[in-house]
């Protein structure tokens, strides 16, 4: 809902961005539409020689390391680099890795295609220089040259004679470069654990580096005429890429001398290196029409000859490597992960865009000429119509887009209906072939990546929009039909029944003016509030198509006997015996596990670890996570065990140390020594009043029942809270009455406190869910209760205690943990006026226990914050009061 919120208020302030600018957009829409054809088709066909030269520049770089490669295997790799590069910005590390999956796949050396990709961005870089200094001195020459332009050169400058020494280093002292990048990683390494953990490099990146700029460095010493060759072919690529500027600038009519076309080149291809944005999105059209405004150019020409230059030579190139990717087969499955999530965001990205330009266009008039053609086709009304469908569809587009980032196949199915008016719309407004054609290649794009779109919208909540769509549109029918038809003495038309539903659909559809003239305020209030109803009754309907799936009934007895005998034949934690509580639903996986989870809004909390054969660990939690993006839920594992941390990891999940579990080891535990010394005299002094420890099997009597009531009650009225849940069990009578209490009696026979001990099934180990007291209790109460759990627990067999999560205990206490566990050690040791975590951890540390990590597995540092509040809406009892709405009927 947040995220709607912002795309709506960012909307509005595009919208009014657009409003202050109208007669430059005005402008700027006229130059565009000016741009002649045939001069535009040859920049785009000089694209095919400039990427066959850049191509060239692999070759040659990759033969100068001694690796023979022919021009159409190359292709679709340097067309594929580029997307990757765009979305997974590394400085060029994700194109590399194409390239080194590739070469390997036709058993080529890996490294060696790695040390190739680096001589041809020195290359290029190095190329580049000579057509960026010819520029800054024109520049220069022209007094027009500006600090920020200068300090990008220098930055340039920097890295080109940075690699440059990096290869002389590898040639000359290859073991002083390999102590560089070790120096480098463990730098680098200390900085990111200042942040993020997740944030290092691998191991064995230092090893990796040195050796790419070693091979390069020997190969670039053995055949240094390659390398010229390498470097003379980058420079050829470049002046192609300055004849389509040129011939861009001639589609545009607009005159241009070989100095202004270079300087204005050079400062556009410099943005687009030192920009931090990928690829120099932004950046780089900004200060290439900067630089050309500044040396004479009209604004609105060197905007519309820079957006087209762009489009040729980065979005249509980038696009047809967004479709090599996808195509490739050289990368496995996990490798091909992030280049396939950010091709759906890509697509989110250009049909968000699309928004923009329909708007745009539906708010710019029309081209006169274009008009005429077209008025002896379609009348006004008409027209009028496709303005209000563009710009209606620009709304629907921007709206679409999150759905679409989120896979969503209703937004999928309504994306390219939707696209399918714009091309209409376009064509009958103005006869936009421009906007057309490009709504039409995104309804192809979408088209061939429909099966990435699978994650379902809550069905009930689609029939409950579908019902809200058509019954918008009835009430709209008849708010505004009736509305008409009795307020006519408000308006200067008497309107019968048909007339007045005549002019609502006019009104609600505006396929033209409708030349109603309110004579009261409440005339205009009333024509104006049927747009609100529209509006409201609209947005709505959108909503509930777009929803996550909400599992709306509980858990059925089936699922539960299922889950509770694969629970006791493989649980073995802590965790196990509250999977089996009423809150839980469950997921089984074709490997015979179990996880059980809540939810909460969109978000799947789950319950420690699957449970199930140890083998079907990583395959469950494989399964799970596709169920969950079907459904489109984010997905959190809460209190998981060290040991399964890596398959986590392996998957592609974030962890976060959330505390340790304390494990008495009931073998070595003794009230005798020193370790036994604080617990003695609480122990022997209660014991010697009459206290006495006795464990109460199950079924519990209705007579105790009732007592360990009341001192539930007490309790939690003491604490001023609430019963828990997910994590813990909750005074439940039937719950407790079919479990062992473990109670301290006074002398006098009373309970003075109790807890209720849990079974952790296949692990030889006991431990305790509710643990509650009385207000006024002798001191050393508890301690006597968990010495006599300790020793009962011995007698039964069992090898170890398990005193439950020490939250936050032990996080963050090392320079190298990520910044976030480093802020929760702070709440820990500062913030005990809210909770006492360090009072509980010192109660616990007592009985001498080891500490066992738990973790909190989340997907994406960006999903952080909302897995840990939906992991403390799932403990806080009902899911809290939005939960309770958002999953009502």
């Known amino acids: 809902m947040k995220k709607r919120w912002i795309v709506l208020i960012v909307t509005v302030l595009f919208l009014g961005v657009v409003i202050s600018r109208f007669t430059e957009l005005e402008q700027l829409k006229s130059t565009l539409a000016q741009g002649q054809l045939q001069w535009i088709a040859v920049a785009l066909l000089l694209q095919i020689p400039y990427y066959a030269i850049f191509n060239a520049s692999y070759q040659s770089a990759f033969d100068t390391v001694g690796i023979r490669t022919r021009a159409g295997e190359l292709m679709p790799l340097t067309l594929g680099a580029l ?106 390494g200390w900085l990111f654990g200042r942040f993020n953990r997740s944030l290092a490099l691998a191991d064995d990146w230092a090893q990796k580096n040195a050796t790419e700029f070693n091979q390069a460095s020997a190969a670039a010493a053995k055949h240094p ?17 300055i004849a389509s500027l040129y011939i861009l600038f001639r589609a545009f009519n607009q005159p241009i001398g070989l100095g202004v076309l270079v300087a204005g080149y050079a400062v556009g291809i410099l943005f687009w290196i030192v920009s931090i944005t990928p690829q120099g999105i932004g950046v ?83 081209l006169v000429e274009r008009i005429h053609l077209l008025e002896t086709f379609s009348p006004l009304e008409v027209r009028h119509g496709g303005h209000l469908t563009a710009a209606l569809a620009g709304f629907a587009l921007l709206m679409l887009a999150g759905g679409l980032a989120r896979r969503k196949r209703v937004a999928w199915l309504v994306t390219m209906v939707v696209l399918g008016l714009s091309v209409v719309s376009h064509l009958l407004k103005g006869l936009d072939y421009e906007e057309a054609l490009m709504a039409a290649g995104l309804m192809l794009m979408l088209w061939l990546m429909r099966n990435h779109f699978h994650a379902d919208s809550d069905r ?20 505004g039909g009736t509305g008409f038809y009795l307020l006519d003495r408000h308006y200067s038309i008497q309107f019968g029944l048909m007339d007045a539903l005549r002019q609502t659909v006019i009104m609600f559809t505006q396929f033209y003016d409708p030349g109603l003239t309110p004579v009261t305020h409440f005339g205009r209030f009333f ?46 934690s802590s965790m196990a015996r509250f999977l089996l509580f009423d809150d839980k639903r469950y997921f089984f996986t074709p490997g015979g596990s179990v996880i059980g989870y809540a939810l909460v809004g969109r978000t799947a909390v789950t319950l420690g670890d699957p449970v199930g054969p140890p083998e079907d660990l990583s395959p469950s939690i494989q399964a799970f ?100 849940r997910f994590s813990l069990g909750w005074f439940e009578d039937e ?69 439950g999560l020490s939250a936050l205990s032990g996080v963050g206490e090392h320079p190298d943990d990520p910044a976030i566990e480093r802020v929760m050690h702070f709440i820990y040791e500062h913030v005990n006026q809210f909770y ?39 403990n806080s009892g009902e899911g809290g009061l939005l939960n309770y709405f958002v999953h009502k009927k």
């Open 735 to 803: 719950y407790i009455r079919n479990s062992p209490i473990a109670a301290v009696h006074a002398p006098e026979g009373w309970v003075a406190a109790f807890a209720n001990i849990v079974p952790e099934y296949q692990r030889n180990e006991v431990t305790i869910d509710l643990m509650r007291r009385r207000r006024e209790l002798e001191n050393g109460t508890m301690e006597f209760m968990f010495v006599s759990l300790f020793e009962w627990a011995k007698q039964q067999g069992y090898d170890t205690f398990n005193l």
């Open 83 to 188: 997307f990757v590069n765009l979305v997974v910005p590394a400085g060029g590390a994700g194109g590399a890795v194409l390239f080194a999956d590739d070469f390997a796949r036709r058993g080529k050396s890996p490294a060696g295609a790695a040390s190739g990709v680096l001589l041809q961005l020195i290359a290029d870089l190095s190329a580049f220089i000579f057509v960026l200094i010819p520029g800054l001195f024109y520049l220069f020459t022209q007094h027009d040259l500006k600090i920020y332009e200068i300090v990008a050169a220098v930055f340039l400058l920097l890295l080109v004679l940075a690699l440059s020494s990096l290869l002389l280093l590898g040639w000359w002292k290859p073991v002083w470069l390999e102590r560089l990048f070790a120096w480098s990683q463990r730098t680098a």
């Open 284 to 366: 780089m059209e900004g200060a290439m029409t900067l630089a050309f405004a500044s040396l004479g150019i009209p604004m609105a020409a060197a905007t519309a000859v820079v957006l087209a230059f762009r489009g040729v030579t980065f979005w249509l190139p980038m696009s047809l490597g967004f479709f090599a990717v996808q195509r490739l087969h050289t990368i496995s499955p996990q490798q091909r992960t992030l280049p396939e999530t950010w091709g759906v965001r890509f697509v989110a990205i250009l049909v968000a865009l699309m928004g923009v330009i329909n708007v745009l266009s539906a708010v710019t008039p029309s």
């Open 460 to 479: 009930p909540s689609i029939w409950q929009g579908v019902r809200a769509l058509v019954g918008a549109t009835l009430f709209t029918l008849m708010y």
């Open 527 to 572: 024509a104006d509030s049927i747009y609100m109803v529209g509006a409201v009754t609209f947005g709505y309907a959108g909503f509930m198509l777009l929803r996550p799936v909400f599992v709306r009934q509980p858990a059925t007895q089936a699922e539960r006997d299922r889950a509770r005998a694969i629970v006791e034949q493989y649980g073995h």
């Open 225 to 241: 005429l390659r390398l010229m060759r390498t470097v003379g072919i980058a420079f050829l690529a470049h002046w192609v890429n």
């Open 836 to 874: 006492n975590f360090k009072g509980l951890h010192a109660f616990k540390e007592k009985f001498h226990p080891q500490w066992s990590p738990r973790y909190l597995i989340y997907r994406g540092a960006s999903n952080m914050a909302q897995a840990w509040l939906a992991v403390t809406q799932a």
């Open 625 to 724: 996570f596709s169920f969950c993006q079907r459904n489109d839920w984010q997905l959190v594992f809460y209190q998981t065990q060290p040991y399964t941390l890596e398959a986590y990891k392996a998957a592609g999940f974030d962890a976060l140390c959330l505390g340790h579990e304390g494990i008495v080891n009931l073998k070595t535990f003794s009230l005798e020594g020193k370790d036994g010394k604080p617990l003695r005299p609480p122990f022997n002094k209660l014991k010697k009043a009459g206290y006495t420890f006795i464990l109460h099997q199950p079924p519990i009597s209705d007579e105790l029942l009732s007592e360990l009531r009341a001192i539930s009650d007490e309790w939690l009225t003491m604490m001023h809270g609430s019963e828990k």
